[in-house]
């Protein structure tokens, strides 16, 4: 006898795609245009109800802390893409960065998003739930960067006495906020061009740097 589908594990599906819907238009919306994106332009562009928008997000605030989940994400898996086995943990944290560049290259609305996140949301369009949230996903964030510098130091690539936590959260404040930078900049395209190659792999080299300088010097 055939086993009846769950219904639960259906309606857990539909959610998950209607939300995955919903960062995608926020995303597509954000590069679009320089104003404020509001609930009913994302509902549009979702193809829902700013009712159906309400069941899975009370605020506006809520939907971005999603999408930046997503955002996030799929900088993290470029950065995944860089990583090998057979290296130091020194070079694969600076593979990891570096592949941060080819990801703004291809896909530049995710550096832009963080850049709308960051100005328009994260001190000021949040609840205190919402930023608890939000706190948390960024904790989980500086997870590879942590493990990566916690293995530099095992095998002996960066020095031995780095803060992990400290130097993750510089770092990526550091390799993000020039890709936020070179956006705006009109002398450069998005990262596109070789004169913002360069000057994202001297930031990099200055990092290799002081990755792995002697203690005490």
């Known amino acids: 006898m055939q086993t009846p589908a769950d219904p639960r594990k259906y309606w857990d599906i539909f959610r998950d795609q209607q939300r995955a819907e919903v960062a995608e ?16 332009e ?15 997000f009370p605020t506006l605030g809520a939907a971005m802390v999603h999408t930046h989940s997503v955002v996030v994400g799929r900088l993290r898996a470029h950065a995944e893409r860089g990583q090998s086995d057979d290296i130091n943990g020194l070079d694969r ?3 990891g960065c570096r592949s ?22 994260r001190r000021h369009g949040l609840t205190p739930e919402q ?9 989980g964030e500086l997870l590879l960067p942590m493990d990566l510098l916690h293995e530099g130091r095992r095998d002996g690539s960066i020095q031995a006495d780095i803060d992990a936590r400290t130097t993750a959260i510089a770092l990526g404040n550091a390799t993000i906020g020039i890709l936020q930078r070179l956006q705006i900049m009109d002398e450069y395209t998005n990262g596109r061009d070789e004169a913002a190659q360069r000057l994202f792999d001297l930031e990099l080299e200055a990092w290799r740097t002081y990755l792995r300088r002697e203690a005490g010097r």
């Open 25 to 40: 238009a926020t995303i597509a919306l954000v590069a679009e245009t320089d104003a404020p994106v509001t609930i009913a």
């Open 100 to 121: 941060l560049f080819d990801a703004s290259k291809e896909h530049p609305e995710l550096i832009r998003f963080l850049s709308y996140f960051d100005f328009a949301f």
């Open 42 to 56: 994302i509902a549009d562009r979702a193809g829902m109800s700013r009712r159906t928008f309400y069941k899975h």
């Open 93 to 95: 944290l600076i593979a």
């Open 131 to 139: 930023r608890a949230e939000f706190s948390k996903l960024y904790t």
